[in-house]
C-alpha cells in the first residue's frame, strides 16, 4: 500500500529565512502526482504546489518549491523568504489515483512555526 | 464562485444522536470526496463519489456511517448513532475530471463535529 511520511513533526524558522520540509513517500506506481497543502488555524486546506511524477523540472510558486527526487521517492518542500503568515501546518500528499483525480493519502504533517 | 461549502462548521451532539454533515461542491466538479482528520490518524479518506455515484467507500469506518450525493450540487455523511470516537473535522472536496491524471482538489472549511 501506498504511504506518505513526514519524519519532522514540527519545524521552526526566522522569518525571511528558508526552512525544508521533508517528505518521503513508497509506491509502485510510476506516473502519480505530489502535492503540499497548508492548514493554518483557521483550518482550511489551501495547496501550495503540485508535481506530476513524469516530470522531471521541480515546481515552483512563488517563494515555494520542491526537490522531486523520484527514485529516491522524496518531495521535500522549501520556503524562501518566510514570513508569519506561512506558519501552519504542511502536509505531504500523494495521489494513488492517477486518472481518477483527488484520492490523496496525506502525511501526518509537519507543523512550522515562524519567528519573528 | 464560492467554493466548496459545508455545514454546519460546528456541530456538538451527544453520543447515540443521529449526526448530518452537508456539501456543496463546486459547480461542474465531477467528483466529490470525503475526509475526516482526527489527531491519531490524520487525514483519511472515507468516500468519494464521481458524478454522483459512490466509487469507492472503503475509507468508511462502520455502518453507523453513510454518505449519499442525489444530485450534482449536494451531498450528506451521516453517523448513526454517533459515538465519542467520531469527534473529528469532517472535510468534503470536489474535483473537476480532467484528462491525463490528477486534479487539485478544493476543500470546504470543514464542520467540526464533537460527539460527548
Known amino acids: 500500500a501506498q504511504t506518505v511520511t513526514q519524519s519532522q513533526p514540527e519545524m521552526s524558522v526566522q522569518e525571511a529565512e528558508t526552512v525544508t520540509l521533508s517528505c518521503t513517500y513508497d509506491t509502485s506506481e510510476s506516473d502519480y502526482y505530489l502535492f503540499w497543502y497548508k492548514q493554518p488555524p483557521s483550518r482550511q486546506m489551501i495547496l501550495v504546489i503540485r508535481?506530476?511524477?513524469?516530470?522531471?523540472q521541480n515546481a515552483t510558486e512563488n517563494r515555494f518549491s520542491v526537490n522531486f527526487q523520484k527514485a529516491a521517492k522524496s518531495f521535500s518542500l522549501k520556503i524562501s523568504d518566510s514570513q508569519l503568515g506561512d506558519a501552519a501546518m504542511y502536509f505531504c500528499?500523494?495521489?494513488?489515483?492517477?486518472?481518477?483525480?483527488?484520492?490523496?493519502?496525506f502525511g501526518q504533517g509537519t507543523e512550522l512555526s515562524v519567528k519573528p | 464562485d464560492a467554493g466548496v461549502i459545508q455545514s454546519p462548521r460546528h456541530e456538538v451532539t451527544e453520543m447515540g444522536q443521529e449526526v448530518t454533515l452537508r456539501c456543496k461542491p463546486i459547480?461542474?466538479?465531477?467528483?466529490l470526496f470525503w475526509y475526516r482528520q482526527t489527531m491519531m490518524r490524520g487525514l483519511e479518506l472515507l468516500i468519494y463519489?464521481?458524478?454522483?455515484?459512490?466509487?469507492?467507500d472503503s475509507g468508511m469506518p462502520e455502518d453507523r456511517f453513510s454518505a449519499k450525493m442525489p444530485n450534482a450540487s449536494f451531498s450528506t455523511l451521516k453517523i448513526q448513532p454517533s459515538e465519542p470516537r467520531d469527534s473529528a473535522v469532517y472535510f468534503c472536496?470536489?474535483?473537476?475530471?480532467?484528462?491525463?491524471?490528477?486534479?487539485?482538489?478544493?476543500f470546504g472549511a470543514g464542520s467540526r463535529l464533537t460527539v460527548l
Open positions: 463519489f464521481n458524478n454522483n455515484v459512490p466509487i469507492d
Open positions: 508535481q506530476e511524477a513524469y516530470k522531471q
Open positions: 472536496a470536489s474535483t473537476p475530471q480532467g484528462a491525463g491524471g490528477a486534479n487539485v482538489l478544493t
Open positions: 459547480s461542474g466538479h465531477d467528483y
Open positions: 500528499a500523494f495521489d494513488e489515483t492517477y486518472n481518477q483525480g483527488g484520492k490523496l493519502i
